[in-house]
């Protein structure tokens, strides 16, 4: 029997105490040095683990160390906590029994921090998956809050616990985490107001003022610096190693994975901040009538921002730190507070909003990790409670604490050492018994129901009458001065009445770790935890719902007059209930302790590590494993966990349990020194064996697995062939159907093709077939046809020929009668019947010629030249004569439609026609403008005006003329202006009259044969006007001109006809010269201009050009 562990291997010391040689109490405390200085921090007794605290951080917490922990066998590694949380889960997982870690030790032992591994370890190697990964991340961050609320720095310790913890934490059958639930126990709330020196109040007061952003500092009303506040302690608020603010972040975010709400955290931090502006609300006293003093608040600034906060009333609870109702039987007294009830009712108020927001933090957390209710659960508790503690000054909350540490060492003392002891001997095992202190007395000694300290207190509190911390003391000093460890100076033992080192007003108790001196003073009030009606009223009433739900006492329609349970009382109720859930499971203990009392490294007091292993009883308990045995089990169960290890118990025992391990130890070949058979029992004396089973069971195990795989693989493979060779078939079956479809198919397709050509061809002979009777037929009817058709001709032929033959015999008949009628006619119509055909004819004629003509009649217009041809030669002369007689016609017509005035200047047309008409070459341009006489518009236009005016008479010509010079032969223009009377040369510019001859002095007008303007106006000799000789001009209207002359010359009675000379020579008379003025016909040039030069004094010579 060889098993090989690294408990025993290369080890520091002696890993196990168990295997100390010697042991002694000096050897004891050398190996826990030499592991110690080794970094070697846990060592074991049997299955409890020493934990010794190292006071720095060690590399052996890390995931690595989880996975060589996981799985294995306690003894198997090196001593590690993880050992110890592996051996309980895995219990807990495979063997379905409820485990509790019970962490023991005293105030900086490292408890609270052994717990946190134990969790993380259990997370880390539990199952994985986003819901249990929830669930652990919840477990796991409840911690930083509740240790930021319920933990202080001591002059014990930095981080040390003020509160109980009991944590179950629930598995499914799988061994993942469903839930957990938070056991809180009695928070040392008398810190909130106050505490020692070298201490500091909790940690969020700390974490709050330096870790919270400006602006929610402003919201909560707080300043940072930590002086301004009477409840925070000034001496220790840095703490070495202790970064406030971020574990203020750390421990929001925490809240925030736990599950609170946003307004939730902001509703716990304005409680936080309100119990910091409680502690600076100061009394000052104020006189009354009756001598008596009353409480006034000094300042109430800090009143006021406390109240906005909660949303208070400001008078409400300024009323209520002044005055104190009591009710009792409907009757209600009302009286006055002084300064220093003012200020306990402050304090009160102070602690009891604190612990009551503790409690509730608690509730909230559990209502989060709280697993889903299923029918079962195993749980697995964490016991992290406040070590055992001796103060310079100690006082009600130590005695609880201390009180409960007694407690635990006895269940510790129960469960280990008599327990133990009492079973060897139940069982008839041979045994020795081992003395050790049991501490059952000193339990007694406080929560005995008579005369406990607890149940006196109660009494005390309870008692009607003055009672007083002394009174109280006084009754101790009666009731438990026979005790043996009670210890006070006026008890009525008078053994202590010359120790001087106790004083008067307190007892002193000797616990199991160490005699500790109590003060009386504040006993009775912390027992009866005295909150005023009327604070709690107040603070009900309060616009805030956290806080409502904080203090329903307050709920004035639920007021209850029975007294509250004492503190004391419910304490030891809880610790009581404590106690009985953790007898119901396996325990699992950690021994914690601390190896110096200065919270350093590296450092190991002897003295302070032998008492504390003196108190814990731990050479006892290692006295006890050493004379006993290491395990036991009854029979079935080992029976049937080992029963694989041996043929003839495998797999069934047919005979009684007992039989079937005894022949299973023979058969393995035990040593009997190794085991004792008890009565129910089994015993195994050295870990060692139960590796060996162990081991044997885990490789029998293994073979068994090997052989189930074995089985299970060809069964698993067998089965798989059977259902592939299944799956064939029908593959097969499948397939073939499906190949045999198909076949057919193509087949049947096959069919229809050679069916569908053979029909074809079929159909395809008969229409060949019905084609050809068809055509025989249509050959028989065409044939028939034609045949029908020719007899039908031939008839016909024969019919037309009879009926020509007919019709030719009837005219030849005809004209035979014809010329034998007019043969003997004929001589009586010759005579008459020609002249009358030619009549006949003639008028035929006539009237034909007539319809023709009036459908092919000309224009209305005198100048349509138009006229239809003749039609026949002998009607030439009537033809022309008609087309004469209808242009007169036509002209009369046009002529009778004329008004007077178109009239009048027709007749100027016509005037102007016989004059020159075939006489001058420029007329014939002249028909065709008409003659508008007023170029000018004389009388309308502005610039004649004045010219105008001068006239007498209508101006029946006004145009611009060309007034040759006489000198040079070129021209100047000039209005011409015609009257009834005169002749008006005037300026073209100014409109200024240059010459006026009156018509009589005009005796005749030149103009030339050619076609330019020029013409010569002749004066009478001797007359006024003839003064300056003719005017020789030249006009763009002369034919209008001449002719208007001419007219108005006629017209006038008294004139003489004026004469138009016309010839291409005349002569003008120039003041005292004639000259000649010639006309010749020139070249075209200068722009086709008439030029006109003088050529010499009697010869004036006009070019006019031959195309003008
Ligand atoms: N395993 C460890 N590794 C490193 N430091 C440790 C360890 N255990 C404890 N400590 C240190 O010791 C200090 C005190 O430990 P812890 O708070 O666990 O004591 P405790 O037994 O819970 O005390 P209390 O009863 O006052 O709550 C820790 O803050 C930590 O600095
Ligand atoms: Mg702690």
């Given at each position: 029997m060889e098993v090989k562990t690294s408990l025993l291997d290369n080890m520091i010391g002696v890993g196990d105490m168990v295997l100390l040689e010697p042991l002694s109490e000096d050897s004891f405390i050398a190996n826990l040095r030499n592991r110690f200085d080794h970094n070697e921090i846990y060592t074991y007794i049997g299955s409890v683990v020493i934990?010794?605290?190292?006071?720095?951080?060690?590399?052996?917490?890390?995931?690595?160390?989880?996975?060589?922990?996981?799985?294995?066998?306690?003894?198997?590694?090196?001593?590690?906590?993880?050992?110890?949380?592996?051996?309980?889960?895995?219990?807990?997982?495979?063997?379905?029994?409820?485990?509790?870690?019970?962490?023991?030790?005293?105030?900086?032992?490292?408890?609270?921090?052994?717990?946190?591994?134990?969790?993380?370890?259990?997370?880390?190697?539990?199952?994985?998956?986003?819901?249990?990964?929830?669930?652990?991340?919840?477990l796991l961050q409840s911690n930083p809050v509740l240790e930021a609320f319920g933990n202080a720095k001591t002059v014990r310790n930095d981080n040390s616990s003020r509160f109980g913890k009991y944590m179950d934490i629930e598995f499914d059958f799988k061994g993942d985490p469903l839930?957990?639930?938070?056991?809180?126990?009695?928070?040392?709330?008398?810190?909130?107001?106050?505490?020692?020196?070298?201490?500091r109040n909790f940690h969020i007061f700390y974490q709050l003022l330096s870790g919270a952003s400006d602006d929610t500092l402003k919201k909560l009303k707080l300043d940072r610096d930590f002086s301004k506040y009477n409840y925070l302690s000034l001496d220790s608020a840095a703490v070495n190693g202790l970064d406030d603010a971020a574990n203020f972040r750390t421990v929001r975010n925490a809240m925030q994975i736990v599950g609170f709400m946003e307004d939730e955290v902001q509703s716990v931090l304005e409680l936080v901040a309100a119990v910091l502006k409680l502690g600076n609300i100061e009394f000052k006293p104020e006189s009354r009538c009756n001598g008596n003093d009353e409480s006034r608040i000094r300042d109430k600034n800090d009143l006021k921002e406390m109240c906005e906060l909660l949303g208070t009333e400001q008078t409400v609870l300024e009323r209520a730190f002044s005055y104190r109702t009591v009710e009792a039987k409907q009757e209600k007294v009302c009286t006055t507070l002084n300064v220093a009830q003012a200020y306990y009712a402050r304090d009160a108020l102070a602690k009891n909003l604190y612990s009551r927001l503790f409690s509730w933090l608690v509730t909230?957390?559990?209502?989060?990790?709280?697993?889903?209710?299923?029918?079962?659960?195993?749980?697995?508790?964490?016991?992290?409670?406040?070590?055992?503690?001796?103060?310079?000054?100690?006082?009600?909350?130590?005695?609880?604490?201390?009180?409960?540490?007694?407690?635990?060492?006895?269940?510790?003392?129960?469960?280990?050492?008599?327990?133990?002891?009492?079973?060897?001997?139940?069982?008839?095992?041979?045994?020795?018994?081992?003395?050790?202190?049991?501490?059952?007395?000193?339990?007694?000694?406080?929560?005995?129901?008579?005369?406990?300290?607890?149940?006196?207190?109660?009494?005390?509190?309870?008692?009607?009458?003055?009672?007083?911390?002394?009174?109280?003391?006084?009754?101790?000093?009666?009731?438990?001065?026979e005790h043996l460890h009670f210890e006070s100076r006026l008890s009525k033992s008078s053994k202590f009445l010359t120790d001087h080192s106790l004083p008067h007003n307190c007892f002193r108790i000797q616990h199991y770790a160490g005699k500790v001196l109590y003060r009386a003073e504040g006993f009775v009030d912390k027992n009866n935890d005295l909150l005023?009606?009327?604070?709690?009223?107040?603070?009900?009433?309060?616009?805030?719902?956290?806080?409502?739900?904080?203090?329903?006492?307050?709920?004035?329609?639920k007021v209850n007059l029975k007294r509250p349970p004492t503190a004391g009382f419910q304490f030891r109720h809880s610790v009581g209930t404590l106690m009985r859930n953790l007898q119901t499971k396996n325990p699992n203990y950690i021994r914690c302790i601390k190896p110096n009392d200065k919270k350093a490294s590296h450092i190991f007091t002897d003295s302070l590590v032998c008492h504390q292993v003196r108190y814990l009883g731990l050479m006892e308990n290692v006295r006890v494993r050493r004379a006993g045995y290491a395990f036991r089990q009854a029979y079935e169960p080992c029976?049937?966990?080992?029963?694989?290890?041996?043929?003839?118990?495998?797999?069934?025992?047919?005979?009684?349990?007992?039989?079937?391990?005894?022949?299973?130890?023979?058969?393995?070949?035990?040593?009997?020194?190794?085991?004792?058979?008890?009565?129910?029992?089994?015993?195994?004396?050295?870990?060692?064996?139960?590796?060996?089973?162990?081991?044997?069971?885990?490789?029998?195990?293994?073979?068994?697995?090997?052989?189930i795989q074995k089985i299970y693989r060809g069964w698993k493979c067998r089965s798989h062939f059977l259902l592939l060779k299944k799956s064939q078939i029908v593959v097969a079956a499948w397939y073939r159907r499906y190949a045999q479809q198909n076949k057919y198919k193509r087949i049947?397709?096959?069919?229809?093709?050679?069916?569908?050509?053979?029909?074809?061809?079929?159909?395809?002979?008969?229409?060949?077939?019905?084609?050809?009777?068809?055509r025989c037929e249509e050959a028989v009817t065409t044939i028939s046809a034609y045949w029908h058709g020719t007899q039908a001709r031939r008839e016909l032929r024969r019919l037309k020929e009879e009926a020509r033959r007919k019709h030719a015999v009837a005219v030849i008949w005809a004209y035979w009668k014809g010329l034998k009628v007019r043969r003997e006619y004929r001589k009586f119509f010759r005579a008459n019947a020609g002249k009358k055909i030619y009549n006949f004819t003639i008028q035929r004629i006539m009237q034909k010629y007539f319809l023709g003509l009036k459908s092919t009649m000309p224009s209305m217009s005198p100048i349509d030249k138009s006229w239809p041809v003749k039609p026949y030669l002998f009607l030439d002369g009537v033809h022309s004569e008609l087309r004469r007689i209808f242009h007169l016609w036509r002209c009369k017509k046009y002529r009778s439609e004329f008004t007077e005035e178109k009239k009048a200047v027709f007749e100027e047309k016509l005037e102007a026609s016989e004059i020159f008409k075939d006489k001058k070459a420029l007329y014939a341009s002249s028909v065709s403008q008409p003659f508008m006489g007023d170029y000018l518009e004389i009388s309308k236009n502005p610039k004649y005006q004045k010219l105008n005016s001068a006239m007498d008479e209508k101006v029946l010509l006004a145009d611009v003329v060309n007034k040759i010079n006489r000198a040079n032969g070129k021209g100047t223009a000039r209005i011409f202006l015609l009257t009834k009377n005169s002749v008006v040369l005037a300026d073209q510019k100014t409109g200024q009259v240059k010459a006026s001859v009156p018509l009589p002095d005009l005796t005749s007008v030149s103009v030339s044969t050619q076609s330019d303007g020029f013409f010569a106006l002749k004066l009478k000799e001797g007359s006024a006007s003839a003064i300056k000789g003719d005017f020789l001009l030249s006009s763009e209207h002369l034919i209008e001109i001449i002719t208007k002359l001419h007219r108005t010359g006629a017209t006038a009675a008294d004139s003489e006809q004026l004469n138009i000379d016309i010839s291409d020579e005349f002569l003008v008379q120039f003041k005292h010269d004639k000259v000649c003025v010639k006309f010749i016909q020139g070249a075209p040039k200068n722009g086709n201009s008439v030029s006109c030069k003088r050529k010499n004094n009697r010869l004036l010579e006009v070019s006019v050009p031959s195309t003008v």
């Open positions: 934990s010794m605290n190292p006071y720095r951080s060690l590399p052996i917490f890390t995931p690595e160390k989880v996975e060589e922990y996981r799985n294995r066998n306690f003894y198997e590694l090196s001593p590690h906590i993880y050992a110890l949380a592996d051996e309980a889960y895995r219990s807990l997982r495979d063997q379905d029994k409820d485990q509790c870690i019970l962490i023991t030790g005293e105030s900086g032992a490292g408890k609270t921090e052994a717990s946190k591994l134990v969790m993380s370890y259990v997370a880390a190697v539990c199952g994985k998956g986003q819901e249990v990964n929830k669930v652990k991340e919840q839930g957990g639930v938070i056991s809180n126990y009695l928070l040392e709330k008398s810190r909130v107001v106050k505490q020692p020196r070298g201490e909230r957390i559990n209502e989060s990790i709280k697993a889903a209710p299923k029918s079962r659960h195993k749980v697995m508790g964490v016991l992290d409670i406040y070590g055992f503690e001796i103060f310079e000054e100690n006082s009600f909350e130590q005695f609880i604490i201390n009180y409960c540490n007694e407690k635990l060492q006895q269940i510790f003392i129960e469960l280990t050492l008599r327990e133990e002891q009492e079973e060897y001997v139940r069982e008839g095992i041979e045994w020795t018994n081992i003395e050790y202190f049991n501490n059952a007395i000193i339990c007694d000694l406080i929560e005995n129901h008579q005369n406990g300290i607890l149940a006196m207190l109660d009494e005390e509190c309870l008692r009607p009458g003055t009672v007083t911390d002394e009174t109280f003391l006084d009754k101790l000093n009666t009731i438990c001065a005023y009606r009327d604070l709690s009223q107040a603070m009900y009433k309060a616009n805030h719902s956290l806080m409502k739900q904080l203090f329903p006492e307050g709920n004035p329609a029976l049937e966990r080992y029963k694989m290890l041996c043929k003839r118990t495998w797999p069934h025992w047919r005979g009684p349990a007992r039989e079937g391990v005894e022949v299973l130890m023979a058969d393995l070949t035990v040593p009997a020194e190794e085991f004792s058979f008890g009565r129910s029992k089994v015993f195994i004396r050295n870990p060692r064996t139960l590796f060996f089973l162990e081991e044997r069971r885990r490789q029998c195990l293994q073979d068994l697995a090997t052989l049947k397709s096959a069919t229809t093709v050679v069916q569908s050509y053979t029909r074809g061809w079929q159909a395809r002979k008969l229409l060949r077939e019905l084609k050809y009777q068809k």
